[in-house]
């Protein structure tokens, strides 16, 4: 399993960009892609991720980007988004994309996201 991370950079507080990750291999709709991040000083934190099941999908997200911070996911492409909208300095942190089939835990090149005040 690869995962290709892309987007993130520097970002005034209140911005919206977008995160991808399109991964590639082994893993599959019903196998959990997301995104975590890390900022300087604390440990990893999970900020959301998605599973497809049949004809409905499942989602998480962290309690601090509930609102702000949406996830999608192409099956057929095996791509995943991360839409996180009025972003603020708190948001800043390395994000990490991440996908899980059989028992592992694969991941992407982090992709920074700084956000000013």
């Known amino acids: 399993v690869q995962l290709q991370a892309s987007g993130g950079g520097a970002v005034q507080a209140g911005g919206s960009p977008r995160l991808s990750c399109a991964a590639t291999?082994?893993?599959?709709?019903?196998?959990?892609l997301g995104w975590y991040r890390q900022a300087p000083g604390k440990q990893r934190e999970l900020v959301a991720s998605?599973?497809?099941?049949?004809?409905?999908?499942?989602?998480k997200y962290a309690d601090s980007v509930k609102g702000r911070f949406a996830i999608s996911r192409d099956s057929v492409e095996n791509t995943v988004w991360l839409q996180m909208n009025n972003l603020q300095p708190e948001d800043t942190a390395m994000y990490y994309c991440?996908?899980?089939?059989?028992?592992?835990?694969?991941w992407g090149q982090g992709t920074l996201v700084t956000v000013s005040s």
């Open positions: 991440y996908g899980s089939a059989n028992g592992l835990v694969y």
């Open positions: 291999g082994n893993i599959f709709s019903d196998n959990p």
């Open positions: 998605v599973t497809i099941f049949g004809n409905g999908r499942s989602t």
